[in-house]
C-alpha cells in the first residue's frame, strides 16, 4: 500500500463532499447537499456551482476535522473529473489543483460512474467477483459486469432517461420536491402498489429506457383528473407505490436476464437510486433465490459522496494513473476513461 492517507472530492452534480480514506477505511465522508435546487424541481446548473463554491471550502475543513487529519498526512488527492455539470466539476477540479500543488501530493481525476462502483468495495474489500452491477444513479443507468477492482465493462444502458430521471420527472408531475426518488419512496410507503399499472417499455436485450414510463403517468394523470379534479390528491401514495413497483419490475426483470446471460458470483446496487428500500430488498431476493452473494452499499455510499471517489482513486493510483495539473472537467460520460 503506497499511498495511507486519501483525500476524496465529489462536485459533480449537487453535492459537495469531501471524504478521507485512510489505510482502508473511510474517517470522514461529509456532504453539503444544495436546497436551492429545490423549488425548480430540478438541479440548476448555474446555482449548483455557485453553491459549491461557497460550501467546497467549509466541508473540506470539516472532513478533516472529522478524520483527525492534518493537511501535510495527506498522500493524494482524488477528485471527480467527469461526467458532470462542468462548472459543478471545475470548483472540485481546482479545490484539488489547488491542494496539490500546495501540497506538493499526486493528483488523480476519476470517472464518476467508476466510482459509484469502487463505492462496492468501501465495505466489502473482498467481494466474490464477477459482479453483475446495476448502476442507478439520476443521471445514468446501466448493467455493468465488474471482473476485478478495475475491470469492468457495459452490458446494457438506458437508451434514453435514467431511472433517477424517471422518479425526478414524476414528482415534478404529481407536485412533489426534488430529489424525486425520496419523495416518490416516502409517499409510496403507505400505498398500494398493484393500484395502478405502467406500461413497460419493451427494448430488446439488456438496454433500457424510462421515457416511456412518465410520459404513461402523464396521459393517466390527465386522463383520471378530467374525472376527478381530486384524483392525484386523493390517490398519491397509491400512485407513487405503483409508479415505483413498475420502475423496480423493470430493473429487476433485466437483472435477471443477465444474470442467464453472465452467470456471476455476486449481484450488486449502485448509485442514488439504490438508496430506495424497496429495491434493496428486491435485489436481496433476487441474489438468495439464484444463490449468489449481495452487495447493497450503505446509505451514504448510494448517493453522490466523496468516500467513493477516495476509493476509486485509491485503485487507480495503485496501478500507477496519476493525473496531470492540466486534467479538464469532461461533462458526458466516456467509455474509455
Ligand atoms: O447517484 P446520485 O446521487 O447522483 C447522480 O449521479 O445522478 O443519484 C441521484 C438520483 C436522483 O434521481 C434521485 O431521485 C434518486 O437518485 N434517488 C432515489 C432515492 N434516493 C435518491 N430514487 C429512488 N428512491 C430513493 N430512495
Ligand atoms: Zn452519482
Same mark, same amino acid.
Request: aromatic share 8%.
Given at each position: 500500500?503506497?499511498?495511507s492517507t486519501i483525500l476524496g472530492i465529489e462536485s459533480s452534480c449537487d453535492d459537495t463532499s469531501?471524504?478521507?480514506?485512510?489505510?482502508g477505511k473511510i474517517l470522514a465522508n461529509v456532504t453539503a447537499g444544495q436546497d436551492v435546487h429545490r423549488q425548480y424541481g430540478g438541479v440548476v446548473p448555474e446555482l449548483a456551482s455557485r453553491a459549491h463554491q461557497s460550501n467546497i471550502i467549509p466541508t473540506l475543513e470539516k472532513a478533516l476535522k472529522t478524520a483527525n487529519i492534518a493537511e501535510n498526512e495527506i498522500d493524494a488527492i482524488a477528485v471527480t473529473q467527469g461526467p458532470g455539470l462542468v462548472g459543478s466539476l471545475l470548483v472540485g477540479l481546482n479545490t484539488a489543483k489547488g491542494l496539490s500543488i500546495?501540497?506538493?501530493k499526486p493528483l488523480i481525476g476519476v470517472n464518476h460512474l467508476q466510482a459509484h462502483i469502487a463505492a462496492l468495495f468501501i465495505?466489502?474489500?473482498?467481494?466474490?467477483?464477477?459482479? /453483475?452491477? #446495476?448502476?442507478v444513479s439520476g443521471g445514468h443507468t446501466q448493467l455493468i459486469l465488474v471482473r476485478n477492482y478495475t475491470e469492468?465493462?457495459?452490458?446494457?444502458?438506458?437508451?434514453?432517461?435514467?431511472?433517477?430521471?424517471?422518479f425526478d420527472k414524476a414528482a415534478k408531475l404529481l407536485g412533489l420536491p426534488y430529489p424525486g426518488g425520496t419523495h416518490i419512496e416516502k409517499w409510496a410507503q403507505s400505498g398500494n402498489p398493484q393500484a395502478f399499472s405502467f406500461p413497460?417499455?419493451?427494448?430488446?436485450? /439488456?438496454? #433500457?429506457s424510462f421515457s416511456g414510463i412518465k410520459t404513461a403517468l402523464l396521459y393517466f394523470l390527465q386522463k383520471e383528473s378530467k374525472n376527478n379534479p381530486d384524483f392525484l390528491t386523493e390517490n398519491l401514495s397509491d400512485i407513487c407505490a405503483s409508479y415505483q413497483q413498475s420502475i423496480i419490475n423493470y430493473l429487476t426483470s433485466k437483472t435477471k436476464k443477465a444474470i442467464k446471460d453472465f452467470k456471476p458470483s455476486s449481484i450488486a446496487i449502485a448509485g442514488g437510486v439504490s438508496a430506495n428500500r424497496k429495491l434493496r430488498k428486491t435485489f436481496q431476493e433476487i441474489a438468495q433465490s439464484n444463490g449468489l452473494n449481495c452487495i447493497v452499499p450503505s446509505f451514504e455510499y448510494c448517493t453522490d459522496n466523496a468516500a467513493?471517489?477516495?476509493?476509486a482513486g485509491y485503485y487507480l493510483l495503485e496501478n500507477n494513473h496519476v493525473s496531470g495539473l492540466d486534467m479538464?472537467?469532461?461533462?458526458?460520460?466516456?467509455?474509455n476513461r
Amino acid at each position: 500500500m503506497r499511498y495511507s492517507t486519501i483525500l476524496g472530492i465529489e462536485s459533480s452534480c449537487d453535492d459537495t463532499s469531501v471524504a478521507i480514506w485512510y489505510k482502508g477505511k473511510i474517517l470522514a465522508n461529509v456532504t453539503a447537499g444544495q436546497d436551492v435546487h429545490r423549488q425548480y424541481g430540478g438541479v440548476v446548473p448555474e446555482l449548483a456551482s455557485r453553491a459549491h463554491q461557497s460550501n467546497i471550502i467549509p466541508t473540506l475543513e470539516k472532513a478533516l476535522k472529522t478524520a483527525n487529519i492534518a493537511e501535510n498526512e495527506i498522500d493524494a488527492i482524488a477528485v471527480t473529473q467527469g461526467p458532470g455539470l462542468v462548472g459543478s466539476l471545475l470548483v472540485g477540479l481546482n479545490t484539488a489543483k489547488g491542494l496539490s500543488i500546495a501540497l506538493n501530493k499526486p493528483l488523480i481525476g476519476v470517472n464518476h460512474l467508476q466510482a459509484h462502483i469502487a463505492a462496492l468495495f468501501i465495505e466489502n474489500p473482498e467481494p466474490a467477483f464477477p459482479i /453483475l452491477v #446495476m448502476l442507478v444513479s439520476g443521471g445514468h443507468t446501466q448493467l455493468i459486469l465488474v471482473r476485478n477492482y478495475t475491470e469492468t465493462e457495459v452490458i446494457g444502458t438506458t437508451l434514453d432517461d435514467a431511472a433517477g430521471e424517471a422518479f425526478d420527472k414524476a414528482a415534478k408531475l404529481l407536485g412533489l420536491p426534488y430529489p424525486g426518488g425520496t419523495h416518490i419512496e416516502k409517499w409510496a410507503q403507505s400505498g398500494n402498489p398493484q393500484a395502478f399499472s405502467f406500461p413497460q417499455a419493451t427494448v430488446q436485450g /439488456l438496454n #433500457m429506457s424510462f421515457s416511456g414510463i412518465k410520459t404513461a403517468l402523464l396521459y393517466f394523470l390527465q386522463k383520471e383528473s378530467k374525472n376527478n379534479p381530486d384524483f392525484l390528491t386523493e390517490n398519491l401514495s397509491d400512485i407513487c407505490a405503483s409508479y415505483q413497483q413498475s420502475i423496480i419490475n423493470y430493473l429487476t426483470s433485466k437483472t435477471k436476464k443477465a444474470i442467464k446471460d453472465f452467470k456471476p458470483s455476486s449481484i450488486a446496487i449502485a448509485g442514488g437510486v439504490s438508496a430506495n428500500r424497496k429495491l434493496r430488498k428486491t435485489f436481496q431476493e433476487i441474489a438468495q433465490s439464484n444463490g449468489l452473494n449481495c452487495i447493497v452499499p450503505s446509505f451514504e455510499y448510494c448517493t453522490d459522496n466523496a468516500a467513493m471517489i477516495c476509493m476509486a482513486g485509491y485503485y487507480l493510483l495503485e496501478n500507477n494513473h496519476v493525473s496531470g495539473l492540466d486534467m479538464l472537467p469532461y461533462p458526458k460520460n466516456n467509455s474509455n476513461r
